[in-house]
């Protein structure tokens, strides 16, 4: 259930790839994979009103390469790209200028790009047509494969996944990848630092339009290493931690859950010891590392009084093992859950735990239902900003021992709770069971679920998928498996991404 155990991720091994134009040039072929970029000089004399026209690759990723162009007179312009088989996006600048500037990003891998550059007004003229061949992704990268997609019911976007490698992690490498809804592989970023690193917890920030990634590291008590990075999709790093010692469960570095909050902070949990039980700290961090709030249980001992450790016969006692945490400065509030004792709000100021959410808790279940509370839950969400709606992504390791989705409609004014959504796939024979505690569910804008399977059974499938209000399957990823290993996703993150689809 993840304690000792890093979340790894099985992605890419970069290899370069060219990007070449050709602008109705005679004679002029198409390059492979293995050439250099080509300024076309000949561009102005073809298109007079766009002139320097070069497309480069990126080292750092061969699915995407960057679009320069000059124009005589500021003009604002958008840029189309698609193949025969992929329909592709549109970009669009905001203001009008001369040096032109795109990043072309979010290709599927080997395909024939067609780039059409067009001045931005109300009548659109083409001013220049180009191409790119994107590059082939390496052979050790395991990506899903599209089992289910009901495209009118889906919701549009990129999914970021974690892939682990059981029942080693020798393929594993310090990458994290994005799928399109059709399951293919459209963007990717590697990231070595010294020592034994992978990269984990990948997430969008809309605000920026930047990737946040934790590192987790492992086996490096005595390296010094950054973990956490702040990057662009061209793979460039905007920010990155302090250097720090430490391994993944050691006292000074994040497991779990390392994320950047609206004003720029970091919020992440780390352990905390005592002799051989093993705690929990909720930190909240500039990013100079100089810290701005925490709490731990062991804070708190006329509520948290009474050790009980899950395993008895173990040498460490995994007490608390708290998976996320969510802080709201403006009202002075944090919520964190663990997968042993429950969901719990807590105030900010005076440390006090408020109340606590599930079995034995603070709240009155209204719903009469067999199962009514959840157990042994990873990653709660909140609807939206009113926190009255939450999501659990509920393992039931020790109650029921199948999983499932569950939401609730809570009143803190009556104390009282009420389920408002279920699904355990178990009548249509899509259920599943998270065995070691993993798993995440995440509210989509469409209104869907975006569910992640986690470390599940071997005579499953570990997947992705999406379940609209009625409890339909509408897409599904599969992960790798085969006699000697399978793939395994602790979470996912669906979001859409600031590129235009066109038309599929």
């Not at 393992?395 to 409609?409: A, C, P, Q, V």
């Not at 004014?413 to 249509?428: L, N, V």
């Not at 975006?450 to 999406?466: A, Y």
């Not at 790798?480 to 859409?496: C, G, P, S, T």
Request: net charge negative; aromatic share 16%; charged share 25%.
């Amino acid at each position: 259930m993840r304690i000792f155990l890093p979340m790894f991720i099985v992605f890419v091994l970069i290899f370069s790839v060219s990007c070449e134009n050709k602008v109705n040039i005679p004679e002029k072929e198409l390059p492979d994979a293995d050439g250099e970029e080509v300024s076309d000089e000949d561009a102005d004399a073809v298109h007079e009103p766009l002139f320097n026209l070069k497309v480069e690759k990126n080292e750092k990723n061969v699915l995407s390469c960057r679009l320069t162009f000059s124009t005589i007179d500021e003009r604002k312009t958008f840029v189309k790209y698609y193949s025969p088989t992929h329909s592709g996006y549109k970009i669009s600048e905001d203001t009008a200028k001369n040096e032109h500037y795109f990043f072309l990003w979010g290709m599927r891998e080997n395909l024939d790009y067609i780039i059409e550059i067009y001045s931005d007004e109300e009548s659109p003229e083409l001013l220049a047509t180009t191409e790119f061949h994107s590059g082939i992704a390496p052979d050790y990268i395991f990506p899903p494969y599209l089992v289910t997609n009901e495209k009118e019911s889906v919701q549009p976007g990129f999914v970021f996944l974690a892939q682990h490698s059981m029942p080693d992690d020798v393929m594993m490498e310090p990458v994290i990848f994005l799928v399109d809804i059709e399951g293919f592989v459209v963007w990717y970023f590697e990231y070595h630092i010294p020592g034994f690193a992978l990269l984990a917890e990948p997430h969008y920030r809309k605000n920026t339009q930047t990737v946040f990634i934790g590192i987790e590291k492992g086996m490096m008590d005595d390296i010094l290493a950054e973990e956490g990075i702040e990057i662009d999709f061209e793979g460039n790093i905007v920010w990155k931690s302090p250097d720090l010692p430490g391994s993944l469960y050691g006292k000074t570095v994040w497991h779990h859950m390392y994320r950047i909050l609206e004003d720029d902070t970091l919020l992440f949990i780390r352990a905390q010891y005592d002799g051989t039980v093993v705690s929990d700290r909720i930190v909240n961090f500039d990013k100079n590392y100089s810290e701005l709030w925490s709490w731990g249980y062991f804070d708190s001992p006329d509520y948290f009084s009474t050790v009980e450790c899950p395993d008895p016969n173990a040498f460490w006692c995994d007490w608390t093992h708290t998976n996320s945490a969510m802080m709201f400065k403006k009202d002075n509030i944090v919520y964190f859950n663990s997968l042993w004792l429950g969901f719990f709000k807590i105030d900010m100021n005076t440390k006090e735990i408020l109340w606590k959410f599930g079995k034995d808790g603070d709240f009155t279940m209204l719903s009469d239902h067999p199962n009514p509370w959840p157990v042994n839950t990873h990653d709660p969400k909140f609807y939206d900003s009113s926190r009255k709606r939450l999501i659990f992504f509920d393992n039931g390791l020790t109650d029921r021992f199948y999983s499932r989705i569950i939401e609730y409609e809570i009143d803190e004014d009556r104390m009282t709770a009420e389920i408002t959504f279920e699904y355990d796939g178990r009548d249509s024979g899509h259920g599943w069971f998270a065995k070691m505690g993993w798993g995440d569910a995440d509210y989509l804008e469409n209104g869907n679920i975006l569910v992640t399977t986690g470390w599940v059974d071997e005579t499953q499938n570990s997947s992705i998928f999406e379940i609209t209000r009625d409890g339909r399957v509408v897409w599904e990823l599969y992960t790798e498996q085969n006699d000697d290993f399978m793939i395994e996703l602790y979470n996912a993150e669906k979001f859409v991404p600031p590129l235009e689809f066109l038309n599929e």
